[in-house]
Each structure stands twice: as C-alpha cells, then as structure tokens.
C-alpha cells in the first residue's frame, strides 16, 4: 500500500521520472609488476661448449681459460650474484619463488600460499623463535641511504612478535627497523639485507603476506 | 574484489606466452616510461627467454652465453615479444662481459588485482 501511495504521489506530480537505477561502476584492474630484476654472472670454468674459442677446443689442450684439461659438463662453473635492482627503487617479496631466500633460515617460505610463516607448524603450545634471511633486495655499487619497509602482517595471537632488521653492507651490520617507517641507515653500504625475527606460539597461523621495501640511493 | 583468480592467470597466460627473448645493452640512462626500445641495444645479444610459470606470476631467465656479445659493457636490459616490442627496461651499473663467463638475467613478473 505504501508503494501504491508513492507512485500515486508521483503521477500527481505530473512529471516524467527523471531518476534512475544507479549502478557503482566496478573498476577491474590487473596490476602487473616485473620486481626485482637479478643479474647474474656465470664464469664458465673449464666446461666444453661447442664453437666456444677456447673452450670449445678438442683434444690436447693447454689452451683453457682454466689452464686446466676440458671437462664436458659444468666442471669449474662459479655463479656469482652482480646486480639486484627494482623499478623506482621499491623491492616487492611476494614469497612466489626463492630467488632471494638466504641463510641464516628458519622460519617457513611458502611458495604455494605465498607468505613466509612463523614455521611450517600449526601447533600452539610450542613458543617459536625464527628467522628468516631475505635479499640482497638491492645490490648496484651505489649506497642505500635509507630504508622504509612496509609489511602485511597476520598474527594468530596479538603477544606474536614480528621484529624487522636491516642492513645496507653486505650483512657486516643489521639495524631493527620499525613497519612503516622510514630510516635513516647507519652503517651505509651498497648491498641490501631483510632480516625477520618471529617470536610467539602463532607458528604456522603468523605469517607475512607482502614485504615491501622502499629505499633512497 | 571482483576480478577471479583464474582471471588473473589468463592474463599472466597472455603475458608468458607473449614474452619471446631478451637483450642487453650498453647506455645506463635512466628509464622513462615513454621509451620504446633500449637505448643502446646490441642486437646480437638476443637469446630466446625460458619461462616458468606459476600462480599469478611468471618468471623469465635470460643467458647472455660466453660466446657472444663479448668485451662490451652491459647496463641495460629489456624484454621483448616475438614483434620486438619493449615491455620493459631496467638498468643497472656496468658489467663487463668476456668469454669466461656467461651474464643471466631474472625477472619475476607479478600480476594481481590493482
């Protein structure tokens, strides 16, 4: 009755209806980032590589940039980590491969939910104490000034500690830093470290879903 | 929220069956958006990119061999489509390149709902 009444209401008006539905219109976006990009150099040892001029020699060979006897395979081979740099020096980790996993470890990365958990265990009457060692997230011959990290934290109980540390040279010296906010970094250095401290019974249930980095060089 | 997941991987699907090759190249200018191409690419370093691919992200590995592009200095570095199109560039210092040693070059690309 009381719609009856409204339309009634609005037919005395003597005007069209000048409203319609309104639809929020939902913006979808996939955003795309292409962080971090890691160069390597390889230094091929005494490996056999076909049409290679030195290494590629068949045979009786002094020849190696080795000096030492042709190996086929990857005898000698030595992998070396150059460079790490990010777009608009911002350093996202999603935890979706372990390109930048380092020791000391042993809190849990979990490729497949794509978080770094407390440890692997959902058990909570065990107290657990791990570390989780990330980087460089930057490394290019040039000094990292300050650092922001910006972190999405879940904690199975609000006692749980998250403790953040940084360090700019090489390791040598880490700083704790504060989730978002900025700092000035102490013992300046070209090569980017994330150390995470987990203390509490959260386990498996705290964890981080995103680390993010922002530093000036 | 209203983009899926499965959403989100056809792109990234899109994404890695597009992505072709890699090269490297020798100008550290800084990138601008707007750019087209490497400033200074060496064409001769392209190398077919391998690819792997897993939920919401894809990650591309470039390999510069010990045979090639030798004795320049490399500080730049794009990914291309079979067209050729730049879809990125990043830079980095210079790294010098000689037969004893290969460069490889890894990209993680990540896609989620902006």
Do not use: C
């Not at chain 2, 090269?23 to 077919?48: F, H, K, M, R």
């Not at chain 2, 897993?54 to 030798?70: C, P």
């Amino acid at each position: 009755m009381a719609q009856f009444d409204y339309l009634k209401t609005k037919d005395q008006m003597g005007r069209p209806d000048s409203t319609g539905l309104l639809v929020k219109k939902v913006s979808d976006a996939v955003k795309i980032d292409d962080r971090p990009l890691i160069v390597e150099r390889e230094n091929i040892g005494n490996s056999w590589i076909v049409g290679h001029a030195r290494n590629g020699l068949v045979g009786a060979n002094t020849n190696t940039i080795g000096g030492d006897q042709q190996v086929v395979g990857s005898s000698g081979r030595v992998n070396t980590l150059l460079r790490v740099v990010n777009r608009n020096n911002i350093f996202y980790e999603r935890f979706i491969n372990e390109l930048l996993k380092s020791t000391p470890f042993t809190s849990d990365w979990d490729t497949t939910n794509q978080i770094l958990k407390m440890d692997s265990s959902s058990i909570h009457t065990t107290p657990y104490n791990t570390i989780a060692t990330i980087g460089p997230f930057y490394k290019n011959l040039i000094n990292i000034t300050s650092v922001q990290i910006i972190v999405n934290e879940n904690k199975w109980n609000e006692n749980d500690q998250i403790l953040y540390y940084v360090s700019a040279d090489d390791k040598v010296n880490f700083q704790q830093v504060t989730n978002n906010t900025k700092t000035q970094i102490l013992n300046i250095g070209q090569v980017g470290w994330v150390k995470i401290v987990f203390a509490g019974n959260g386990g498996a249930d705290t964890y981080i879903d995103e680390l993010k980095v922002i530093y000036n060089v | 929220m209203s983009l899926l997941d499965q959403g989100i991987n056809r792109f990234r699907d899109l994404h890695y069956d597009d992505m072709d090759t890699g090269i490297v190249g020798t100008a550290g200018d800084v990138v601008v958006s707007t750019q087209t191409d490497l400033v200074s690419p060496v064409t001769a370093t392209e190398a077919t990119l391998i690819k792997t691919k897993s939920d919401k992200s894809n990650t591309t590995e470039y390999k510069l061999d010990s045979s090639t592009g030798l004795d320049d200095t490399y500080r730049e570095y794009a990914t291309y489509n079979a067209a050729n199109l730049a879809f990125n560039r990043y830079v980095f210092t210079g790294i010098a390149h000689t037969s004893a040693d290969e460069i490889i070059v890894k990209n993680t690309w990540f896609y989620s709902e902006g």
